[in-house]
Nanobody
């Protein structure tokens, strides 16, 4: 059974930073591209960043220069370093494969950016 467990969210002031983690199990993690996604209240889930099995990264325009995705294949974990956070970054953040599967969505981790 494939499982992704996200952690690291919380409440942060505008301009602050958070580092999200996602630990994968039940999947040959190292061979798959992985991604971070987010869903804000009343909005559709959207892609934030992806990283290929070889470490090539891609970012949504709205996070370029602020967020960094990385992975540790030895720990089956993908990370999202988020800097210069803005109120519009408030959302539930999820990880999934780079081409997400509907049956792989986890609980996500809530990120709230507010003063």
């Amino acid at each position: 059974q494939v499982q992704f467990v996200e952690s690291g969210g919380g409440l942060v002031q505008p301009g602050g930073s958070l580092r999200l983690s996602c630990e994968a199990s039940g999947i040959a993690f190292s061979i798959y591209a992985m991604g971070w996604y987010r869903q804000a209240p009343g909005k559709q889930r959207e892609s934030v960043a992806t990283i290929t099995s070889s470490g090539r990264t891609n970012y949504a325009d709205f996070v370029k220069g602020r967020f960094t995705i990385s992975r540790d294949n030895a720990k089956n974990t993908v990370y999202l370093q988020m800097n210069s956070l803005m109120p519009e970054d408030t959302a539930v953040y999820y990880c999934n494969r780079g081409v997400p599967r509907n049956d792989y969505w986890g609980q996500g981790t809530q990120v709230t950016v507010s003063s």
